[in-house]
T-cell receptor, first 112, second 116 residues
Framework: AQSVTQLGSHVSVSEGALVLLRCNYS??????LFWYVQYPNQGLQLLLK??????LVKGINGFEAEFKKSETSFHLTKPSAHMSDAAEYFC??????????FGTGTKLQVIP | DAGVTQSPTHLIKTRGQQVTLRCSPK?????VSWYQQALGQGPQFIFQ???????QRGNFPDRFSGHQFPNYSSELNVNALLLGDSALYLC???????????????FGQGTRLTVV
């Protein structure tokens, strides 16, 4: 069975600082990996996805993530945090074409 | 394109009652998945419908059932509601194509169900 672990339920960064949200996964088959963002009282919006092409994936709003098979990680980064990045972020794994499993989420706070 | 639409946006039900939530997928999508997101948790997969049949199911009791219509819209039904069923219910749609295995899911805004 697949699983996703997001380290840190809450992360605080200063505006302009590096954002690093951690995600580790387990999967019995080569996975597809996703990062979603959720604003309060909203649904989930896809930030980026890994589909076995390039290991460094660029997404919307300046976010990117790197797939590291040896570390079973898919950490999300952004060089410079903006106030509008404050939201909850979910990492998700889909082994092959099986169901998607989400992590428990990381709330990002951006301090002015 | 209206994207994925869900109705109602909010709902309050009494324990023991039954509820039906509705989802219209993004235009051109043929697959609908339902998720339950409890407060402070990540979404949990309930089930997925394709070609009007349940294709995959998560670890949810039979009180949770669904349906997909010929126009690809879907309903989620929950019987004998429990207090623990209070959550945000999210619908996601995607497109199944034989040669395309990396289809992404588009989510609706969700239905906030409160059981009292």
């Amino acid at each position: 069975a697949q699983s996703v672990t997001q380290l840190g339920s809450h992360v605080s960064v200063s505006e302009g600082a590096l954002v690093l949200l951690r995600c580790n996964y387990s999967s019995s088959v080569p996975p597809y990996l996703f990062w979603y963002v959720q604003y309060p009282n909203q649904g989930l919006q896809l930030l980026l996805k890994y589909t076995s092409a390039a290991t460094l994936v660029k997404g919307i709003n300046g976010f990117e993530a790197e797939f590291k098979k040896s570390e079973t990680s898919f950490h999300l980064t952004k060089p410079s945090a903006h106030m509008s990045d404050a939201a909850e972020y979910f990492c998700a794994v889909r082994p092959g074409y099986q169901k998607v499993t989400f992590g428990t989420g990381t709330k990002l706070q951006v301090i002015p | 394109d209206a994207g994925v639409t869900q109705s109602p946006t909010h709902l309050i039900k009494t324990r023991g009652q039954q509820v039906t939530l509705r989802c219209s997928p993004k235009s051109g999508h043929d697959t609908v998945s339902w998720y339950q997101q409890a407060l402070g948790q990540g979404p949990q997969f309930i089930f997925q419908y394709y070609e009007e049949e349940e294709r995959q199911r998560g670890n949810f009791p039979d009180r949770f059932s669904g349906h997909q219509f010929p126009n690809y819209s879907s309903e989620l039904n929950v019987n004998a509601l429990l207090l623990g069923d209070s959550a945000l219910y999210l619908c996601a749609s995607s497109l199944v194509q034989a040669q395309e295995r990396d289809t992404e899911a588009f989510f609706g805004q969700g239905t906030r169900l409160t059981v009292v």
